[in-house]
């Protein structure tokens, strides 16, 4: 079975500019997760979907925004990108998450941006 | 606010010597704890985990780990430390209330493997 792919691998901005990052998770999998890793602040949550609709968030301001669409796929956006945003951006799945139970993520080899 | 604290941000071993890296979680009720490793430039790959029972349990490539509920803590060990171990090692619980669902982290240890 496929892991978590995430595209592209490596992304170069300058302030300003908005970026999509695109997250496929593994088949069967319908919850999809966004982390933020910076070597300031390490590994963040930024926020959760499940059937196309997002179920937690991190704390992370309104220029970070996501969705998902019917086959599980997820994006990741963030417009008027900082210097701030340089990070590697990484994308989880997980069968889907019945109340009271959890099911492991499993992760992409990320995205890596750099805003210059 | 559940917290993952690992204390150690960089640990170095010889090869062949044992390792212990060491993670304390601030949590109210029975965490679900894990640990992952990190090789340059890739995602995170899961070690173990615990969710209930046996307080000591095995995962990947050698390594164990085991939730002591008095000390808060969940060490994760290896008798026999190879250079391809070296790397980074995350522990993480998953968070509850308004964090239901999403993974705390610990800032990590950097595993260096000498000759």
Not at chain 1, 50 to 65: A, D, I, V
Not at chain 2, 1 to 28: F, K, M
Not at chain 2, 38 to 50: D, E, V
């Amino acid at each position: 079975k496929a892991g978590v792919t995430q595209t592209p691998r490596y992304l170069i901005k300058t302030r300003g500019q908005q970026v999509t990052l695109s997250c496929s998770p593994i088949s069967g999998h319908r919850s999809v997760s966004w982390y933020q890793q910076t070597p300031g602040q390490g590994l963040q949550f930024l926020f959760e979907y499940f059937s196309e609709t997002q179920r937690n968030k991190g704390n992370f301001p309104g220029r970070f925004s996501g969705r998902q669409f019917s086959n599980s796929r997820s994006e990741m956006n963030v417009s008027t990108l900082e210097l701030g945003d340089s990070a590697l951006y990484l994308c989880a799945s997980s069968l889907a998450r019945l109340a009271g139970t959890y099911n492991e993520q499993f992760f992409g080899p990320g995205t890596r941006l750099t805003v210059l | 606010a559940q917290s993952v604290t690992q204390p150690d941000i960089h640990i170095t071993v010889s090869e062949g010597a044992s390792l212990e890296l060491r993670c304390n979680y601030s949590y109210g009720a029975t965490p679900y704890l894990f640990w992952y490793v990190q090789s340059p430039g890739q995602g995170l790959q899961l070690l173990l985990k615990y969710f209930s029972g046996d307080t000591l349990v095995q995962g990947i490539k050698g390594f164990e780990a085991e939730f002591k509920r008095s000390q808060s803590s969940f060490n994760l060990r290896k008798p026999s430390v190879h250079w391809s171990d070296a790397a980074e090692y995350f522990c993480a619980v998953v968070g509850y209330g308004g964090s239901q669902g999403n993974l705390i982290f610990g800032k990590g240890t950097k595993l260096s493997v000498k000759p």
